[in-house]
Structure formats: structure tokens, C-alpha cells
């Protein structure tokens, strides 16, 4: 059977993610393709956020089966937040795959709740978002971050502060009572590590 496009003129006014879907019960097998455009409140993690007022679009197949409601499709939205290595504003998109099943009274841990007649895909569009977002996002790959010594970013402008020392030198500097003399002489063109990232 074709899956019928429904763009929500079934749906409640102020609850544009809830979907009808008693036809769908009756008919076990039936499907029925969706779109939806709207906001979702509090979308936002450590490192990034969804835009308020932003839209979220969701676009899902939902087939009867014999327990209840499956939802495959895709979530899709804008998102921005603070580049992890020079603070400037980082943008991006998601776009997240879903596979889940919608059951009357079944586990929370599991599936999502079918309420009689009623199907609410704004808990998975949100669940979707709040696991795809950024923790620590880059305004891109090649980000130079800020210098540690005097904090100019170092993507807009080049700073005349030395070269961090190679830390593999600690232990002479310590014998010697002074500075080690070698330096990393890729350190004034690359970004300085972060804590917990890793470089290939």
C-alpha cells in the first residue's frame, strides 16, 4: 500500500506534532507519510543550542504493525553555540535518522507513548535533537583557536608570543634550573590542544 502524505491538516491547533492516526490503527499494514514544521522548546545542551522560535522539521513513515505505531524518517534543525577553541559562534545542522515504536502503555525506557487515537512525535523529534547536539562544536575543522598567552584569536590575527615549550622537556628544565630551549615549532601555526580532544 502507498504511503498518503498528510502535511497536518488533521492535527491540533497549538500541538502541530500530534498526528491522528485512528485510520492507521483500523487498518493494520497501512501507512501514511508525514511532514512537520514547527518549534520545540528547551533544545539545547552544554555546548549548543536550537535556535528559539527555530524551526524543527520531522519527516516520518508511520505504519500500522500489530502493537502499535512505527515511526521511521528523519529530524532535521539548525543549530548554533560557542566554537570550543576561539569562543566565535559555531553553526551547523542536524539531521538525525529515527526508528522508533509508539505503543499504548508500553515502556518508557523503550518506545514512545500512543495516547488512544493520538500520536505525539514531538518527544522523539526532541529526544533526536538533544542526542545529536554538539557538546563541544568547532566554527570549522581548521580552527586556530586563541592564544594562550595574550588570548588574540589566532584564525583573525598573528601574535608575536612565543611557542609554547614541548612539555616532553619538563623533567630537563627541572635538572637545569631553567627553561628548556626547544620549542614545538608547529605549535604557533596549528591549535593548542584541548583537554579530551583528540587529533589523527
Known sequence: MSPVLDKGSRRHRGRPFVVAVAGLLREPGSRRQVEVDAPIEDLAVSGSHVPERA???????LESVHDGILVSGTVSAKWEGACRRCLDEARGELCVPVRELCVEGGDVETTYALLGDELDLEPIAHDACILELPL????????????????????????????APDPRWGPLALLGGGAPQARVASSAAGPEPVPGETTE
Do not use: I, Y
Not at 140 to 150: A, D, H, I, R, S
Not at 156 to 162: I, N, P, R, V, Y
Open 55 to 61: 524551526l524543527v522539521h520531522v519527516s516520518a513513515l
Open 136 to 163: 563541544a562544536p568547532l566554527c570549522n575543522e581548521g580552527c586556530l583557536g586563541l592564544c594562550p598567552e595574550c588570548g588574540v584569536n589566532r584564525n583573525l590575527e598573528q601574535c608575536s608570543c612565543d611557542p
